[in-house]
């Protein structure tokens, strides 16, 4: 059964940084499968923040990131970066990273979901 599995939250101060990481338990997993983070806050629904398609390797962005947060990947160890710069209070949440055939910031179907880190942004 194939896994991801996501890690590198914490509690960081308002403009500080972050880089989360989600880790397919399949080295080939990223050479067919796009990844898009999300998050969620208490009380909000869940928003797609970025996706990393693939074989391609396009990005996008919410537009409450863009300038902020860069996604990449590394097929060789089937894992995909965000890297979140000048955070701010509101990009508190859980990040989820999810795998579809597209690269989809919306309610699409989505095959496989981790199970969370929590990024917590405050001072």
């Known amino acids: 059964q194939l896994q991801l599995v996501e890690s590198g939250g914490g509690l960081v101060q308002p403009g500080g940084s972050l880089r989360l990481s989600c880790v397919a338990s399949?080295?080939?997993?990223?050479?067919?499968?796009?990844i898009t983070w999300f998050r969620q806050a208490p009380g909000k629904e869940r928003e797609g923040v970025s996706c990393?398609?693939?074989?391609?390797?396009?990005?996008n962005y919410a537009d409450s990131v863009t300038g902020r947060f860069t996604i990449s990947r590394n097929n060789a160890n089937a894992t995909v970066y965000l890297q979140m710069n000048s955070l701010k209070p509101e990009d508190t949440g859980i990040y989820y990273c999810?795998?579809?055939?597209?690269?989809?910031?919306?309610?699409?179907?989505?095959?496989?979901w981790g199970q969370g880190t929590q990024v917590t942004v405050s001072s």
């Open positions: 999810a795998a579809a055939l597209v690269c989809d910031l919306g309610s699409g179907e989505f095959d496989y």
């Open positions: 399949d080295i080939f997993f990223l050479d067919y499968y796009s």
């Open positions: 990393i398609s693939s074989p391609g390797g396009g990005t």
